[in-house]
């Protein structure tokens, strides 16, 4: 026991030293756990299938990029043959003209063409979907406006015939 001071009680010297500290518990769950281990796998998978598809090699302009996917080489071939071939590339034609635009197509059909191309859920010949042929006819107009102006409709998203119905082999010739 330590001796007292004035006008304080003795405290026995048990007392005196620091009470246990109560537990803490875990900082991360059990769930939190296995969320971090899926998405760190989930990341994983993606970095991998992203580094496999070549992936980086579609951020570019490069017409090679687009036959990275065997069942493209038709296309690109027929391509090569038409009277496009040297004016303008796959992103001309297929991708709005507009950033935002282009850049979420490209994301858009990056993902629907890597789950297609992977799983093997596409038709071949390869078709296009309706969104990608209102994209191309807007480019044809938008890289040919002053030829084409006087044939556009009145009012904006109005009928129109399509310009591949009469120029079919312009951008692949043969197809």
């Known amino acids: ?34 969320f971090a281990t899926l998405l760190g796998i989930l990341a994983g998978v993606g970095t991998f299938t992203f580094g496999y598809g070549k992936g980086a090699s579609y951020l570019s302009n490069d017409p090679q990029t687009c036959v990275n996917c065997h069942v493209m080489q038709d296309h690109m071939d027929s391509w090569q043959k038409s009277s496009h071939h040297h004016v303008a590339v796959c992103n001309d034609c297929h991708l ?36 990608n042929k209102r994209v191309t006819q807007s480019t044809c107009i938008s890289c040919h406006e002053n030829f084409v102006h006087n044939m556009l409709p009145e009012q904006r998203g109005g009928d129109m015939q399509s310009c591949v119905s009469c120029h079919a082999s312009v951008g692949h010739a043969g197809r």
Not at 17 to 24: E, G, I, N, V, W
Not at 105 to 131: E, M, V
């Open 1 to 34: 026991m330590t001796s007292p001071t004035p006008n304080q009680d003795p405290v026995p010297e048990a007392e005196s030293t620091s009470a246990p500290t109560p537990r803490r518990s875990p900082r991360f769950g059990t769930g939190s756990i296995i």
């Open 96 to 131: 709005p003209h507009h950033p935002i635009g282009k850049w979420i197509t490209k994301a858009d059909n990056g993902f629907f063409h890597s789950l297609a191309f992977t799983l093997g859920g596409y038709k071949n010949p390869i078709q296009i979907k309706p969104r």
